[in-house]
């Protein structure tokens, strides 16, 4: 199948700075890209929707400009998290959307970036 | 309204046995896809199965099962003959409509231990 690779799988940074995650989707193009947040023993949460040279659209709650996401290209898509505080410690999530292929099989899902803010 | 109800928080099931995790939805958009994903400890998402809400037979992708009751909103992952490696959290998501966003809603999850 279809590898979406993030990077880095693991970060430990201090409070007040910025840390940025890339999503790659290494042998397919991505139109459309998406970004998760889990919390320990918690389901997926949506972030962002990530489009590919258009702004992301963030669902409700999601601070835009704490959560910056760029789309620069069909196959890298990016989220900094700014300013981090302790509490935006989570596992980052992202998936890739293929641009053709079976409808059940056009998602893949990266290995997730786990983020500790200190 | 929890769109994704997944009521089951834990389970236990026997080496080679099957057992069935519960997930019931809420939608009225008639087009819509229910998914199935294994999350090991490490953290990755695994794609398991795929049911679409016109499609007519279940779902089954070799040891997976999807029992898809479309009156009662449920779709029900079966994983037969169990093995050791199942050990993990089961989320179950869907997508409605068919618009291009493509975004998936997830359940709260279920973590399933395989005893040998």
């Known amino acids: 199948g279809a590898v979406v690779s993030q990077h880095p799988s693991w970060v430990i940074c201090k409070s007040g700075t910025s840390v940025k995650i890339e999503c790659r989707s290494l042998?397919?193009?991505?139109?459309?890209m998406f970004w998760y947040r889990q919390f320990p023993k918690q389901s997926l949460m949506l972030m962002a929707t990530?489009?590919?040279?258009?702004?992301?659209?963030?669902e409700q709650g999601v601070e835009k400009d704490k959560f910056l996401i760029n789309h620069a290209s069909l196959t890298l898509s990016t989220l900094t998290v700014t300013s981090a505080h302790p509490e935006d410690s989570s596992f980052y999530i992202c998936?890739?959307?293929?641009?053709?292929?079976?409808?059940?099989?056009?998602?893949?899902f990266g290995e997730g970036s786990r983020l500790t803010v200190l | 309204a929890q769109k994704i109800t997944q009521t089951q928080p834990g389970m236990f099931v026997q080496e080679k046995e099957a057992v069935t995790l519960d997930c019931t939805y809420d939608?009225?958009?008639?087009?819509?896809?229910l998914f199935w994903y294994k999350q090991p400890s490490s953290g990755e998402m695994i794609f398991l199965i795929y049911?679409?809400?016109?499609?007519?037979q279940n779902a089954t992708e070799g040891r997976y099962s999807l029992n898809f009751q479309k009156a009662r909103k449920s779709a029900n992952l079966v994983i037969s003959a169990s093995q050791l490696g199942d050990s993990a959290m089961y989320f179950c998501?869907?997508?409605?409509?068919?618009?291009?966003?493509?975004?998936?809603?997830f359940g709260s999850g279920t973590r399933l231990l395989v005893r040998p």
């Open positions: 998936s890739a959307r293929e641009v053709s292929g079976t409808l059940a099989g056009e998602l893949f």
């Open positions: 042998d397919f193009q991505a139109t459309t």
């Open positions: 990530s489009n590919e040279g258009s702004k992301a659209t963030y």
């Open positions: 939608t009225s958009d008639p087009s819509y896809g």
């Open positions: 049911q679409g809400s016109y499609d007519q």
């Open positions: 998501a869907m997508r409605e409509g068919r618009d291009s966003s493509y975004k998936l809603i």
